[in-house]
């Protein structure tokens, strides 16, 4: 099966600063690749999402590119603010199956 | 709110005992899915049904089961329990029929296991 590894596990930044999390993953057929945000003991919410025709999506402060070739995906958050803070994870669609990364927390000091 | 809908919310039972957890999918959508999520850990896939049949399995314990009823909706059997699945039970939903359809998920059960 796909294996996603997922970095930092942790990262901490300033208001107003950007924040990348890095995802890696090993089956070429992969290709379907969701950004999901969850709050403490709520539901992941999907935030953005990319499929493997594109190399870079963008939604307001939120982006995504995609390396095929490299098989990396990085979600990337600009201007981030204080509610921006929470554990965002990378998935992976493998056929019928979503793997997950093991999640990145991130905190945005005011 | 997703539209998919979990009940219990929260469970709490002892060990050796059995529950069920019920999902119901956003109206229109085919697939369900079910994930674990332990205590400050990701999310493990378990199993997807489609259209009332299995269409793929991840890591779910031979304790485990789950079926998807001729209305669509889902329940997760979990027997024998133990300490250790103690967990957020979610499960998700999409339309499956395109390929790469976004799955959305449920507000999760919490399950304690005493």
């Known amino acids: 099966g796909e294996n996603v590894e997922q970095h930092p596990s942790t990262l901490s930044v300033q208001e107003g600063d950007s924040a990348v999390i890095k995802c890696t993953y090993s089956?070429?057929?992969?290709?379907?690749f969701p950004w999901y945000k969850q709050e403490l003991g709520k539901r992941p919410q999907l935030i953005i999402d990319?499929?493997?025709?594109?190399g870079e999506k963008k939604d307001q402060r939120i982006a995504v590119t995609l390396n095929k070739t490299a098989k990396h995906f990085s979600l990337h958050i600009t201007e981030t603010q204080p509610e921006d803070s929470a554990v965002y994870f990378c998935?992976?669609?493998?056929?019928?199956?979503?793997?997950f990364g093991s999640g990145t927390k991130l905190n945005v000091k005011p | 709110d997703s539209g998919v809908t979990q009940t219990p919310k929260h469970l709490i039972t002892a060990t050796g005992q059995r529950v069920t957890l019920r999902c119901s999918p956003r109206?229109?959508?085919?697939?369900v899915y079910w994930y674990q999520q332990s205590l400050d850990q990701g999310l493990q896939f378990l199993i997807q049904?489609?259209?009332?049949?299995?269409?793929a399995k991840g890591n779910i314990l031979e304790r485990f089961s789950a079926q998807q009823f001729p209305d669509l909706h889902s329940e997760l059997n979990l027997s024998s329990l133990e300490l250790g699945d103690s967990a957020l039970y979610f499960c998700a939903s999409n339309i499956a029929g395109s390929y790469l359809d976004t799955q959305y998920f449920g507000p999760g059960t919490r399950l304690t296991v005493l």
């Open positions: 049904y489609y259209n009332g049949e299995e269409r």
């Open positions: 109206s229109g959508d085919l697939s």
């Open positions: 990319i499929r493997s025709n594109v």
């Open positions: 089956d070429s057929a992969s290709n379907y």
């Open positions: 998935a992976v669609r493998e056929f019928n199956k979503f793997y």
